[in-house]
């Protein structure tokens, strides 16, 4: 099991940017491929990003594709998700998962087997 702590939330303009921190407890991190999710008010969770465990491969969510940045620093057990250019839409929750397929970069929330508590991400127009 890891255990996902995630920071860096808040309150941003339209066109500013955050860069979130999931940091990660056990050993095992670096085997595990990492995935951001968000859920909006009233919306279902959706994919966002993931990464496989060596950083080599990673996927995007068209609607953040050439706007948010996934990385990992398995050293540091610490997954971020850089996001510039943010929208107003982009307001949600961000949750960060692990997910055993760390060849991979799972975009279906099913295959996350542990989950943070979730950052709120708040854009103003």
């Known amino acids: 099991q890891v255990q996902l702590v995630e920071s860096g939330g808040g309150l941003v303009q339209a066109g500013g940017s955050l860069r979130l921190s999931c940091a990660a407890s056990?050993?095992?991190?670096?085997?595990?491929?990492m995935g951001w999710f968000r859920r909006a008010p009233g919306k279902e969770r959706e994919f966002v990003a993931a990464?496989?465990?060596?950083?080599?491969?990673?996927d995007y969510a068209d609607s953040v594709k050439g706007r948010f940045t996934i990385s990992r620093d398995n050293a540091k057990n610490t997954v971020y998700l850089q996001m510039d250019n943010l929208k107003p839409e982009d307001t949600a929750v961000y949750y960060c998962?692990?997910?055993?397929?760390?060849?991979?970069?799972?975009?279906?929330?099913?295959?996350?087997?542990?989950w943070g508590q979730g950052t709120q991400v708040t854009v103003s127009s």
């Open positions: 990464i496989s465990w060596s950083g080599g491969s990673t």
């Open positions: 998962a692990a997910s055993p397929l760390g060849f991979n970069t799972p975009t279906g929330p099913s295959n996350y087997d542990d």
């Open positions: 056990g050993r095992t991190f670096s085997r595990y491929a």
